[in-house]
């Protein structure tokens, strides 16, 4: 095991839309949510430079625009949906507060971000539509080098916020907490991470915690463990111990989260994305002294290298090619 320290972090909202993408590199917005009742959820995922995209690694990484998606899963006992359609330069447009990939768009704005899903399920082509809206508090403008190394960047803008679910198909709404969150890289994840696990879960003080675990290909671990506030500060906590929790049910993705000693539930989880690269899971843990639910995910890096592995990946992920330069014109 190499050197255990902490991510280094300084000020600066990277998050706009619109940002400068380098080639052979990536950026992503992330949302995920859990509903009230704890019977739904969903993440959603805006990609440009698509970083788990075969076709992108496949093209050499050249044109990062041209490998764009904005990924949805819904997840329900029985409103279960997943749709990945990337798609190319000319079906993408930007601006400062607004995202399009096809007909797929979202938009920030200031207390607030709107998400409309119109989408279409591989393999099996059902329709993923509806719209999805989160309020939001003061954005958090610190960025995190997760790496170390100053190629991967991580920005959590709104760890806690509520949302409301409204889907004409598959027919679904509910409302509950919701987080959202910015990557953004300048090197493919695979060249720098072996592993990595992340878990966030919103305390009874209606604060937030995060764990942030990544360990590096030259030996290196970085740890992040952190509490959010509505107000858009935060404060570092002492890092808890590791506990390492049960494989992933088909493709053995290694699991562990970091929590309080007096975590001993550590095998209540609840596989929401089982894929041969990564892991996202609802888990029962405790931090800050507390019962907490929280949102976990775990990225094998080695997986991903894999040609075999990116071979598999079309039948989730079809492409619709698209040419030209990406625009940034408001809608």
Known sequence: ????????ARQLDISRF???????????????????????????????????????AWSGRARPHNHCAINVALYGPDRTRWAMTERGARDLE??????????????????????????????????VEGTIRLTLDTPHQTIFDIAGNGRHDWQPIAPSARV????????????GQAYFDHNRGRAPLEDDFSYWDWARGDLSSGETVIFYNTDLRDGRSLRLSRVFKKDGTSTPIPHPPKHILK???????????????????KGTIQTLEDTPFYARSVIDSWAMGEPVRMMHESY????????????????????????????SSRP
């Open 164 to 175: 409301e679910v409204a889907f004409t198909a598959p027919e679904l709404s509910w409302s």
């Open 18 to 56: 619109d940002l400068d993408v380098p080639a052979g590199g990536y950026a992503w917005w992330y949302v995920d949510a859990l509903s009230d009742d704890g019977k739904y959820g969903f993440t959603v995922i805006a990609f440009i430079g698509s970083v788990f995209s075969p076709y992108y």
């Open 1 to 8: 095991m190499g050197l255990v320290s902490p991510l280094s």
């Open 300 to 327: 094998v890096g080695g997986r991903f290298r894999s040609p075999i592995t990116k071979l598999m990946l079309p039948f989730r992920m079809p492409r619709i090619a698209g040419s030209g330069k990406p625009t």
């Open 247 to 265: 494989p992933s049910p088909i493709f053995r993705i290694k699991r562990r989260t970091a929590a309080d000693t007096a975590y001993v539930r």
């Open 94 to 127: 930007t601006g400062p507060d607004w995202f399009r990939v096809g007909p797929s768009e979202i938009h920030r704005r200031p207390d607030s971000l709107e998400i409309q899903i119109c989408e279409r399920g591989a393999p099996f082509p059902r329709k």
